[in-house]
């Protein structure tokens, strides 16, 4: 994965603990807000995915999720 990779898949797993271990609400969150959102390096890091990288990011998001899950 790359660094832009590695940014938005670590907002994505701690937003996924903050809805209480929800993963589509943290996707549905997370992608709504990124417009809105003050973190500079996270928007820079969403826009420039490619849509096979964004599938990736999925891809191991789904891995954490399965790995992490109580």
């Known amino acids: ?3 832009n990779q590695k940014v938005v898949l670590k907002v994505l797993e701690e937003t996924v603990e903050y809805f ?3 993963p589509i ?3 549905s969150f997370e992608l709504g807000q ?3 959102n003050e973190n ?3 928007v820079d890091a969403y826009v420039a995915l490619s849509k096979h ?3 990736e ?3 191991e998001f789904a891995k954490w999720g399965l790995k992490n899950e109580n």
Do not use: P, R, T
């Open 1 to 3: 994965m790359n660094e």
């Open 34 to 36: 990124y417009k809105d």
């Open 57 to 59: 990011v999925l891809a």
């Open 40 to 42: 500079e390096k996270l």
């Open 25 to 27: 609400d943290a996707i």
């Open 53 to 55: 990288e964004e599938f």
């Open 20 to 22: 209480g271990n929800n």
